[in-house]
């Protein structure tokens, strides 16, 4: 079974924050790492991805991976109303599947 | 631009009733997935196909069968439609390599009554 564990929120951060948003994954072969939003009703979309250690940024979002602990997390600078959405993390194994976190819903204040 | 299109958007079934939930894509991507998103859930993985012809069985296959005769169809198939398969179900594609998104369908809308 693999797991990827997701703080579970929801998360309410006001504009202009920080939001920080977390995930733990059971499957030390995973490969690669990818944040995904979903607006309700609509489909997950990509963030970014990330597949070595230490940090990657994309504009207001830096995604950062540790391995060893197994935990990966992405900030979202300057949070804005339009970035209230769940947010899912998912985990590609060394089979090319992608497996998801139960997500966490984030809402920024105006 | 289609990308992945799924059909259909929404679907009532009767317990016991049989649907196929039609996925394709244009991308000439080799690998394709179905998943299951319940509410205020993750997104399950229920089968995948690295290439026409191979499927495999992901996290939670059972109530459902898929076939991968071509590259770009993946449809999903429900033989005895019961309550716990009410959900939205997406169908997704990729590239192959490990840093290549999934790039996912509109979603089915499935409620069984």
């Known amino acids: 079974q693999k797991e990827v564990e997701q703080n579970s929120g929801p998360l309410s951060v006001p504009e202009g924050a920080i939001a920080s948003l977390n995930c733990t994954y059971s499957d030390r072969g995973s490969q690669s790492f990818f944040w995904y939003r979903q607006y309700s009703g609509k489909s997950p979309e990509l963030i970014m991805f990330i597949y070595s250690n230490g940090d990657k940024e994309d504009g207001r979002f830096t995604a950062q991976l540790n391995k060893a602990s197994q935990y990966v997390s992405l900030l979202i600078r300057d949070s804005q109303p339009s970035d209230s959405a769940t947010y899912l993390c998912?985990?590609?194994?060394?089979?090319?599947?992608?497996?998801f976190g139960t997500g966490t819903r984030l809402t920024v204040i105006p | 631009n289609a990308g992945v299109t799924q059909t259909p958007k929404f679907r009532i079934l009767k317990i016991g009733q049989s649907m196929t939930l039609q996925c394709t894509q244009d991308m000439n991507h080799n690998y394709m997935y179905w998943y299951r998103q319940d509410p205020g859930m993750g997104l399950k993985l229920i089968y995948y196909s690295v290439g026409a012809g191979i499927t495999d069985k992901g996290e939670v296959p059972n109530g459902y069968n898929v076939s991968r005769s071509t590259t770009e169809d993946f449809p999903l198939r429900l033989e005895l439609a019961a309550p716990s398969q009410t959900s939205v179900y997406f169908c997704?594609?990729?590239?192959?390599?490990?840093?290549?998104?999934?790039?996912f369908g509109q979603g089915t809308r499935l409620t069984v009554v």
């Open positions: 997704a594609s990729n590239r192959g390599s490990r840093n290549t998104e999934a790039f």
């Open positions: 998912a985990v590609k194994t060394g089979a090319n599947n992608l497996f």
